[in-house]
């Protein structure tokens, strides 16, 4: 199977700045992509941003456009999250997602998921 560490998460102040970074143990899977998601107190999970392996193209929930950057370190299977100018409202446990490359994985799940770091941010 394929193991995801996440770290990074951590209590700071609104307007703040926190990095999140995830190593994916993939063995003998190829990556399509990897994400984040997160999921606040009180809502369902959400995706944060993703990241092609090939190629590098990103996504963004419209809610964090312009205060977010996803990355990744293709060599070591790692992701990256920037997160600027933190609000309350970005409050939650974020979790790293990977999907395995193959025939489908474009159009569907991803296949597995870190335990999650919390982020909080306070005022």
């Known amino acids: 199977q394929v193991q995801l560490v996440e770290s990074g998460g951590g209590v700071v102040q609104a307007g703040g700045s926190l990095r999140l970074s995830c190593t994916a143990s993939a063995g003998s899977f190829s990556t399509y992509a990897m994400a984040w998601f997160r999921r606040a107190p009180g809502t369902e999970r959400e995706i944060v941003a993703s990241i092609r392996w090939s190629g590098g193209s990103t996504y963004y929930a419209d809610s964090v456009k312009g205060r977010f950057a996803i990355s990744r370190a293709i060599a070591q299977n790692t992701i990256y999250l920037q997160m600027n100018n933190l609000k309350r409202e970005d409050t939650a446990v974020y979790y790293c997602?990977?999907?395995?490359?193959?025939?489908?994985?474009?159009?569907?799940?991803?296949?597995?998921w870190g335990q999650g770091t919390q982020v909080t941010v306070s005022s």
């Open positions: 997602a990977y999907k395995v490359a193959g025939w489908g994985a474009a159009t569907g799940d991803y296949n597995y």
